[in-house]
């Protein structure tokens, strides 16, 4: 038997596993994951509610409760954990499946005042991941009688005064998918967050939430910018929730007078935000603006906070680039959620191409100083860059799979441990296997049920871990 570690349960490992035991009857595959759930981005980075992309982890779950695939959670690799190199004297081969976690920063004056987040930090507390800032909501605003507050969270200690204390303008720099799904969330009301796996301290401080602007601003034009036609029209269907652009804005774009020459995609852009062009509705609680031609150049503080953003007027130079104008607008802002953009980071043990942020690789075989690490492989965002969509994981785990079957006469060689989660615990690490991941789910249907709420995930590790720990139970 060949014996695999695919570190990274979200798609791209599932993938990777999948397309292992498919292709090869004798290959055996570990899903290692620092955290004690699987699924990856798709538990963690989706938004509550699209509950249909969501329901990929049952096909997720279906290779992972396949006979050859066992996840391990809890499994750091790197500092504090198993090193890259140990990892490799117990399996026969190591494919890295770790996405992209850094966030690119915007480099402008006041980026780091108190307000100023990434936006993977708000979606990361409203997902519960257990590394998110986990600000529950701040006490002068209580959850309406509705939606009591879970025990567990009541005593949750904040780092700040929370995403959302005082804000009334919020700005979310960027056009893109996930720019689309904070301004959705920041909009969103009760009754339609009320029903999602949503954890009961973001939901209780989104309820009492007293937003009133969200500001979406990009550098470039609409026709440039990265949101789908799907994602864009859900802005449109928010109940109490007007949406609109500045024709003035619009117009600046080559393209908008006549779109037909641009990609169906963009097109369709186009045309719905010609449907939004034009002053608001004036019965609305919340209203969207999405902006164009807006660079963000410094974040003005307000009392210790961000207070506003500075923005250069810019026009397009001919080029599919922008240049400034001189011209300065600012936009009033209590809170700031920058989605510019992914990152990968460095693996401790393994070589790393700061330029494009990934792993250097030949079609998935690991290159240490341009000669191909034997057993070392890597798929996804830290193998071709934050790229693509969910789906774009298939072809790429299954390049990467196939260079390593090409790879297992001479990978199986080699004798390695004939259980390594054995070894692992007996070097003190202890795994969540399987029945610990139920267990979590178990527990969180339970915390869903006492608050009147479906499933409600735990946001911490110290709840994760409990649970874990009653998988015997």
Not at 76 to 87: F, M, N, S, T
Not at 182 to 201: I, K, Q, Y
Not at 383 to 406: D, F, H, Q, Y
Request: net charge neutral; with cysteine.
């Amino acid at each position: 038997m060949l014996h695999v570690a695919v570190v990274g349960s979200g798609p791209s490992g599932c993938y990777t596993a999948q397309s292992l035991v498919q292709q090869d009857p004798r290959v055996r595959v570990d899903v290692l994951d620092r955290l004690p759930c699987p699924y990856g981005l798709v538990r963690y980075g989706v938004a509550p509610d699209h509950e249909k992309i969501k329901s990929l982890q049952n096909t997720l779950r279906t290779v992972l409760e396949h006979e050859r695939v066992r996840f391990l959670g809890g499994v750091p690799v790197g500092p504090d954990g198993v090193p890259a190199a140990r990892l490799r004297e117990l399996y026969h081969a190591v494919v890295y499946c770790v996405g992209a976690a850094a966030d690119r920063r915007l480099g402008i004056p006041g980026e780091d005042l108190p307000g100023s987040w990434s936006a993977t930090e708000f979606v990361s507390w409203y997902s519960a991941h257990p590394d998110s800032p986990g600000l529950p909501a701040p006490p002068s605003l209580p959850a309406p009688p509705s939606l009591p507050a879970s025990p567990s969270e009541q005593g949750e200690a904040p780092a700040d005064d929370g995403f959302l204390r005082g804000v009334r303008s919020a700005v979310v720099i960027g056009v893109g998918n996930v720019a689309v799904d904070v301004a959705r969330m920041l909009a969103r009301g009760v009754t339609e967050l009320s029903p999602t796996d949503m954890p009961h301290a973001a939901l209780t401080a989104l309820a009492a939430s007293g937003v009133t602007d969200i500001h979406m601003v990009g550098r470039r034009g609409p026709s440039q910018a990265r949101f789908t036609t799907k994602e864009l029209r859900e802005l449109g269907a928010l109940p109490d929730t007007g949406v609109v652009a500045d024709p003035a804005e619009l117009a600046l774009d080559p393209a908008y007078p006549d779109p037909s020459a641009l990609p169906a995609p963009q097109r369709r852009n186009v045309e719905v935000l010609r449907g939004w062009a034009g002053p608001p509705a004036s019965d609305v609680r919340r209203l969207i603006r999405l902006r164009f031609f807006l660079r963000p150049v410094e974040l003005l503080a307000r009392a210790g906070r961000v207070g506003a953003v500075r923005f250069e007027r810019t026009v397009p130079d001919g080029r599919g680039g922008v240049t400034g104008t001189g011209r300065f607008e600012d936009v009033e802002a209590q809170l700031v959620l920058r989605s510019v953009g992914y990152r990968g980071v460095p693996l401790e043990g393994l070589p790393f191409d700061a330029v494009t942020g990934t792993v250097p690789h030949l079609a998935g075989r690991v290159l240490r100083e341009g000669v191909v690490a034997p057993g070392e492989y890597v798929a996804g965002w830290i193998k071709r860059g934050p790229t693509g969509v969910i789906g774009t994981n298939r072809p790429c785990a299954k390049e990467t799979v196939t260079s390593l079957l090409e790879d297992a006469p001479v990978l199986a060689g080699r004798d390695v441990a004939g259980d390594p989660s054995a070894a692992l615990r007996a070097e003190g690490i202890e795994p969540v296997e399987w029945a610990g991941w139920r267990a979590i789910e178990r527990a969180e249907a339970e915390l869903g049920a006492s608050l009147g709420r479906n499933v409600v995930k735990l946001p911490d590790w110290e709840s994760l871990m409990a649970a874990a720990r009653n998988a015997g139970a």
